[in-house]
């Protein structure tokens, strides 16, 4: 998988590649033309100049689906058997409501009490429901991945392609094949023979992407310095300028450090790249926080765009939700700096990597919102990972609202628009200074108790008891005081008790905003405060944050 190319950035040494003369030559002359073709214009908006792309996999089967490979293809690690903790081989659980066809698996019921299924992406109502999606978030156009086909997935990957062409003629949709050119032996005239009897059918469909007039094709994975993508830059080169004279606008994905050809790029392979008419850059793995982001934008990002403007090439950079298993998407603000700094920087157009990418964590498409949605017992990360509650659909909305700004509909801003539930409102800050009152998901007050005994939820109505005053503890964190005293959370090994003199680290809490007008606390044992419905003492204890770990402030 691509992203498993983010572990040469520790371990890449210089290889040096060896060239013919006629190589040379040829390198050499398209170099020398290019000084002479220089433009600070892109292409006018298109299909993709302009757009939004969802890199858009469709490679998940099950057996029983009615498809060609009749397996658990990319679910699990053995595609003969059933999912199951056992068999796994995927990071993120989906949020497969929206389906009609789903499949049992051998994974234990959801939290929810709910029976552990899949969806298949050769039925046709899952990839009808993606390209539904694609339309309610205004997503422009699909990148088919297309590996390898000759193998024993062939088959299957056709099919898929005739059905996304179906789909995206009904929804409105753009698509174009990109080619994932990894470990393909011998790529250079296969992926030729393909395009000429298979593929550049699709064309003739009204949802086929045009830019400049001219079909889109994408190649994924030319001058990466790795075994698995050996091919020399005149061999790449001749790949990409059969496209051209096939009348293709050729879409090239490239190593994220392909200008300065270091690091994730062989050497000796700018001239190959420059013949490209838009440069994708990959970008999985390189980053994993809102600093990585503006690193790149100063760094990497603006003197692409410049070489590209320079060039006459259209840039269109990678931007990923994150890796929802490592914790990287920070309810957004990970993704919405991107695409700031992506629309800043002038890009030409944007590709989101990826749309159904459940196998490594970076989809975009509809997931687990909460531990009610994965299997019991699994380790699967939602979306509420970090104490912030997200709807399922939260990263398509938010994709939509990244594509508005990159067509001018919204204006550049740093701050994201997006609400992680539709309807949460403006962001909860934390109100230092104030005086406020606690209500629970009972409708009840949580009540200090006068620090005679653990704290309750469970006032009718706010009191003296009732009120407490917000102290900034530094680091963001708030410390909560009444009638002199200070709430603990005895690290979750007893109720909470209001009756502390001096602040410590049991006194202090994470204020979290759910996004859907209600707040939580954490403690420093990295448990939620709950009311417990009323029906007992207080807790700092849930791992998870529920209807009982919610308070309205001031209600």
């Known amino acids: 998988m691509k992203s498993k190319l983010h572990l040469l950035l520790a371990t890449l040494i210089s290889l040096s590649v060896g060239c013919s003369k006629k190589e040379v030559s040829q390198l050499q002359s398209l170099q020398d033309g290019k000084k002479n073709a220089i433009s600070t214009l892109g292409s006018p908006a298109g299909d993709v100049v302009g757009k939004i792309t969802v890199g858009y996999q469709g490679w998940f089967a099950a057996i029983g689906d009615g498809s060609p490979i009749n397996a658990w293809w990319h679910w699990t690690q053995n595609w003969g058997a059933s999912p199951s903790s056992s068999n796994n081989g995927i990071k993120s659980w989906p949020d497969v409501r929206d389906y009609t066809s789903t499949y049992a698996t051998a994974w234990p019921n959801l939290n929810n009490g709910q029976q552990a299924k899949l969806f298949s992406s050769f039925t046709d109502q899952t990839v009808n429901t993606h390209f539904l999606w694609m339309q309610q978030n205004g997503i422009d156009c699909a990148a088919l991945q297309r590996f ?6 062939g088959p299957v990957r056709d099919a898929i392609t005739a059905k996304v062409k179906t789909a995206a003629e009904t929804y409105g949709r753009k698509f174009y094949i990109m080619y994932d050119v990894s470990g393909w032996t011998n790529m250079q005239s296969e992926i030729k023979t393909d395009w000429t009897n298979k593929m550049s059918a699709y064309t003739t469909s009204s949802a086929y992407a045009k830019q400049n007039g001219k079909p889109v094709v994408c190649i994924w994975g030319f001058g990466f310095n790795d075994s698995n993508h050996s091919w020399s830059a005149a061999v790449c080169l001749d790949v990409i ?12 994905g490239v190593p994220t450090h392909w200008r300065t050809e270091s690091d994730d790029s062989r050497p000796s392979f700018l001239a190959t790249y420059s013949a490209l008419n838009m440069i994708s850059p990959w970008m999985v793995g390189r980053i994993g926080n809102v600093n990585d982001v503006d690193n790149f934008y100063t760094n990497v990002n603006t003197p692409d765009q410049a070489y590209c403007n320079d060039h006459g090439i259209d840039y269109q950079p990678c931007i990923l939700p994150g890796d929802l298993q490592e914790h990287q998407r920070a309810h ?10 992506m629309v800043r920087v002038g890009a030409q157009g944007i590709y989101i990597s990826m749309f159904d990418e459940y196998n490594e964590g970076n989809q975009i498409a509809k997931t687990a919102e909460s531990s009610a949605f994965i299997p019991a017992g699994a380790n699967f990360v939602t979306l509420d990972e970090d104490g912030v509650a997200c709807s399922a659909d939260y990263y398509l909305r938010l994709t939509g609202d990244g594509g508005k700004m990159l067509k001018g509909q919204i204006g550049l801003t740093a701050s994201r628009p997006t609400q992680p539930i539709v309807g949460g409102g403006n962001p909860i800050p934390p109100p230092y200074g104030q005086t406020i009152t606690l ?9 200090s108790e006068n620090a005679q005994q653990a704290m309750n939820c469970n006032r009718a109505t706010a009191q003296g008891w009732e009120h407490f005053s917000v102290t900034n503890a530094g680091n963001g964190k708030v410390v909560l005081l009444n009638s002199g005293y200070y709430v603990s959370s005895e690290n979750g090994t007893q109720a909470i008790n209001c009756n502390r003199t001096a602040i410590g680290p049991w006194e202090q809490f994470d204020w979290i905003d759910n996004g859907d007008g209600s707040i939580s606390l954490k403690g420093n044992n990295g448990a939620y405060v709950s009311s417990e419905g009323g029906t007992q003492a207080m807790t700092c204890t849930r791992t998870t944050i529920g209807a009982t770990e919610k308070f309205k402030v001031n209600q």
Request: aromatic share 22%; hydrophobic share 25%.
């Open 439 to 447: 209500k629970g998901s009972n409708n009840l007050y949580v009540s």
């Open 148 to 153: 390898n086909p000759n193998g024993s997935e």
């Open 332 to 341: 957004g603000d990970f993704m919405w700096r991107q695409f700031y700094n």
């Open 241 to 252: 300028n059969w496209f051209k004279n096939q009348g293709c606008y050729v879409i090239g």
